[in-house]
């Protein structure tokens, strides 16, 4: 996240503006043009209403006297710049400038602000002049004119409903008349599906475009009309059984191949966007047509719109055709089969999930997973064009993986195939195995070998090595010491390393990478160790050397818990020396310069985990060294196990801060952190239950603070974990282990037998091999908050002056730059701006210190901009200091914690102490030039 805009960045702001002004001053077109196409640049780089509007405006200035050629770059920078339209606050005098030139009896120069029109239709949708100018130039003997004026009312009708309503009867009676062109006909239909603003102007839009149909049969206008129908039903929904019933009639009744084509086109989009709308007999009435149709491909496209429908709501309707659509499973054409098991496959799993309330039904799921798996031995996939086909069956095929029968024939039949399949084919099969075998993690001892085997097998593998590299570790994912994993370090991974580096590639060592990567992810730590060091070995650079020697370290220190003994004292060293190294781990990683903050926040609080756990262990053995009698009136070692509760709270709180911070996080990674936090509750409400409070532990919500005169009431803890990951069923067996320990052991005093039961809690935590989350090494996107500040920030050991009985105006204006075209995961919604004033320093001794206000705003996001004011009230004289700190909302409405903190220092006098001031640095600044230059004299000349 980025700071506030400081003094110099509005320094260069302003020089580069002065320059992009010295451009358009020139009397060469080409430099003028040059300076033009720097705006995009400059607004961009500096995307603050003060520079936006001066940008604009001196653009609007250039649109005005300039030729046709510097008005159409202007108008290409407008329509790169749309974003930052609502910056600009003169909105007025920026139109007033362009609209001059509409007057023009040049009809291009007329036709680029038209355009202009429409490029700015966002700030401009409800002005008057505007729509009349676009109204005649509807009008207009030139063509060019017209087009523009299309262009212009497409815009306009988009943001304004109050234009959609007024110009309908105009483009009507344009598309009716006999004097319109063909082709002008067509560019006007699309603009007719913008008017959806009122049910009214949609409904006489939907009479119009039905009156057209059968006065122009040709197969452009059709098209043209029925997408308009369509998007028109889509924006009102109440027109979406109607829009089906004559897509419905066209596709089953129309002579022409490539109109029934288009009606069924339509429908998908239909089925795609509105599928709850359908009903059941829309949908009978579809598969009617679709197994009519004569065309192959009518089929498949009718096919493909039930496939989409059972992927939706709409499933529920289709229950009663499973016996009908079971039939077109086995048809002849490929893709018609394929799309029919997949529609069987949706209503399948959706009957035995307890949708559509038909019951458990698994003899059914087993029977549909045999067709699936004869399809894939039967048909012929190897073709490029076949890769949709295949790959809408293979995820028929991971749905129904969740039947174990069907799993094990899957991982079978596709391990089989693969080495049939390379290029993309290849790909989709190991995403496939990747799915399927989380469901059958018992299968190990069966799959592996054939794994191996092909991996043994086959010549060039790289394609391939990461995806079954997944598999395996899929398959032998477990607690440190369980059989499978056990399997995995005796015999697969020396097997998988000796075929990793055997090969011989250009890119195998990013490979090598990779491999490592996904297995830090996974928590295999004892695969990634060796691979992070022979790579640190080759790499040259050191910020990236460093990058590998941290997570080399992070693997070592967790294979180091794997190997130590079971007991609590053998464990204690282990602990220690991997907290010791995790720290070394993160100052590694701290050299490397990673792009972002959280690993270098993840493996500290990794290492103050491991430190915890060290210290509860810790005072478990020191609870042996006392005796019964010191135990029963109060010991020292009780309030080492209630600084152990105080931290593994503290490990919460920290957990659920750098959750906060995780804007940009994957949801995997924000889950798993998560979960990291419940653990440390988990721990802090074991040890409170058992040797504190021996109260019994039960759910739901928070942990309750353990203090010794605590009422008597159970202790609480969250038992909602989240089990995808293994952690999280540990913490589910922990939590369950506690509380029936903490009930059987709740009347005895404490012994050996509490100590055993949290250092088991402790030991089966830490069995559980301790993840790297995808955040911490790749990021889908990037989202900073640049905050500029009116009165802006002083220099350094300057202060914002302010006279004491008034109150300081604050307004925070903010952008949100994040990279890409479209957001991965969330988009900020909103922004929660607080602003804490404190008072630091009093000017005089007697002033006692106010109850200052914090204030607080919510503002929406607009175009990636927002906008605060305050207005603050320092009573007293002194020196201030005013935190900013602006917080990201997404459209959950959950706060994350990831903007930019300001500190704004502030000095508050009487009017005559802040001349004193002023008059006293005048004189210093003064004396400070009448200081002679050592070495020269007052008069300049050198003595």
């Not at 930052?84 to 007329?110: C, G, M, Q, Y």
């Not at 391990?415 to 190991?430: I, Y």
């Not at 992070?554 to 204690?572: C, E, G, M």
């Not at 908050?785 to 009165?791: D, G, Q, R, T, Y």
């Amino acid at each position: 996240m980025t700071e506030a805009l400081t003094n110099d960045m509005r320094q260069e702001a302003n020089t580069a503006l002065m320059e992009v002004d010295k451009g358009l001053r020139s009397s060469r077109v080409g430099e003028q043009c040059e300076a033009i196409v720097k705006f995009p640049v400059l607004v961009d780089r500096f995307p603050f209403p003060i520079l936006i509007n001066a940008a604009f405006l001196k653009l609007a200035d250039v649109f005005r006297n300039g030729t046709n050629l510097l008005r159409l770059t202007t108008l290409k920078v407008l329509q790169v710049s749309e974003k930052h339209l609502n910056k600009i606050t003169s909105v007025d005098e920026f139109l007033r400038r362009i609209f001059s030139v509409i007057h023009s009896n040049d009809p291009v120069a007329r036709a680029i602000t038209l355009r202009v029109f429409g490029s700015i239709a966002s700030i401009i949708a409800e002005r008057k002049n505007v729509h009349h100018s676009i109204h005649r130039s509807m009008d207009s003997n030139d063509q060019v004119e017209v087009e523009a004026a299309i262009f212009a009312t497409t815009c306009l009708c988009r943001h304004s409903g109050t234009f959609a309503a007024g110009v309908c009867e105009k483009i009507a009676s344009m598309v009716q008349g006999l004097t319109t062109p063909v082709e002008m006909k067509l560019k006007l239909i699309p603009i007719l599906k913008q008017m959806h603003r009122d049910i009214s102007t949609a409904l006489q839009v939907r009479e119009l475009c039905l009156r057209l149909l059968p006065s122009y049969p040709s197969l452009s206008f059709v098209a043209a009309i029925f997408h308009t129908l369509t998007e028109l039903a889509m924006a009102t929904v109440v027109h979406v059984p109607e829009q089906v019933k004559l897509l419905l009639s066209y596709a089953q009744s129309d002579s022409r191949r490539a109109v029934r084509l288009t009606a069924l086109q339509q429908l998908h989009q239909l089925a795609s966007r509105v599928p709850h709308t359908w009903s059941r007999e829309m949908i009978q009435a579809l598969l009617a047509v679709t197994e009519k149709a004569v065309q192959q491909r009518e089929k498949e496209l009718g096919f493909s719109v039930l496939l989409r429908l059972s992927a939706s709501l709409a499933v529920h309707h289709m229950t009663t055709l499973k016996d009908s659509l079971f039939l077109s499973c086995y048809s002849g054409n490929r893709n018609i089969a394929v799309y029919a098991l997949g529609v069987v496959t949706n209503i399948t799993l959706a009957t035995t999930s307890g949708i559509t309330n038909q019951g458990d039904s698994s003899q059914e799921v087993q029977e549909v997973g045999e067709v699936v798996v004869e399809s894939l031995l039967v048909m012929d996939f190897s073709r490029e064009e076949s890769l949709r086909a295949f790959k809408v069956l293979l995820s028929s095929l991971v749905k129904l993986a969740t039947n174990a029968t069907i799993s094990i024939t899957a991982l079978d039949t596709l391990l089989m195939l693969l080495p049939q399949f390379s290029g993309a084919h290849a790909d989709v099969v190991c995403r496939a195995l990747v799915s399927i075998a989380t469901h059958t993690s018992d299968t190990w001892a069966h799959t592996t070998p054939k794994l191996m085997s092909y991996l043994d097998s086959r010549e060039n593998c790289q394609e391939v090595m990461l995806p079954l590299v997944t598999v395996l570790l899929e398959l032998h994912g477990g607690a440190c010491g369980s059989p499978q994993r056990l399997s995995f370090q005796s015999s697969t991974l020396p097997s998988l390393l000796a075929r990793l580096w055997s090969l011989r590639h250009p890119s195998h060592l990013w490979l090598a990478y990779q491999v490592a990567r996904r297995a830090s992810m996974m928590g295999f730590h004892e695969l990634a160790q060796p691979i992070y060091s022979k790579l640190s070995k080759m790499i040259t650079v050191v910020k990236f050397r460093n990058w590998l020697s941290a997570l080399q370290q992070f693997s070592a220190a967790q294979n180091l818990l794997v190997s130590s003994p079971a007991a609590a004292s053998s464990l204690i060293p282990a602990l220690c020396k991997a907290s010791a190294v995790v720290y070394n781990s993160m100052m590694l990683a701290k050299s490397s310069s990673p792009p972002s903050s959280f690993p270098l926040h993840y493996l500290s609080a990794h290492a103050d985990l491991l430190s915890a756990h060290c210290q509860l262990l810790s005072t478990c053995v020191a609870l042996h060294t006392i005796p019964p009698p010191a135990m029963a009136i109060g010991n020292p070692v009780e309030r080492k196990f209630h600084q152990c509760v105080q931290q593994f709270q503290s490990l919460a709180e920290q957990f659920s801060a750098l959750y906060s911070s995780l804007f940009d996080a994957d949801p995997s990674t924000l889950e798993y952190v998560s979960l990291l936090r419940q653990s440390c509750l988990l721990m802090a409400s074991a040890i409170s239950s058992v040797v504190l409070s021996r109260k019994p532990l039960v759910s739901p919500a928070k942990v309750s603070t353990p203090v010794a005169d605590s009422p008597e009431t159970p202790v609480e803890v969250s038992d909602n974990f989240n089990t995808k990951f293994l952690l999280g069923k540990t913490c589910r067996d922990v939590l369950k282990y506690a509380q029936e320990a903490a009930t059987s052991l709740q009347m005895l005093p404490i012994n050996e037998e509490h100590v055993a039961v949290l250092t088991q809690c402790s030991r089966m935590i830490l069995q559980v091999p301790f993840r790297l989350p995808q955040y911490f090494f790749v990021s889908l996107q990037q989202t900073n908050v640049k905050l500029a500040l009116s009165p802006p920030l002083p220099l350094t050991g300057q202060y914002i002056t302010v006279t004491l009985n008034t109150h300081l105006s604050l307004k925070v204006e903010g952008v949100i730059e994040h990279s890409g075209k479209t957001r991965v995961h969330r988009t900020p919604s909103a922004v929660y701006v607080q602003v804490v004033p404190s008072l630091e320093k009093p000017l005089a001794s007697d002033i006692k210190a106010p109850e200052l206000t914090r204030l607080e705003r919510t503002e929406l996001v607009k175009k990636d901009y927002f906008q605060a004011q305050f207005l603050l009230s320092l009573p007293v004289r002194g020196y201030y200091t005013v935190q900013i700190t602006a917080s990201l909302l997404d459209h959950e409405d959950t706060l994350w914690q990831t903007g930019p903190k300001t500190t704004m220092p502030i000095l508050v006098d009487t009017d005559e102490g802040l001349k004193q001031r002023q008059q006293q640095q005048q004189r210093q600044k003064e004396v400070g030039s009448a200081m002679p230059i050592p070495g020269k004299s007052m008069h300049g000349h050198r003595v």
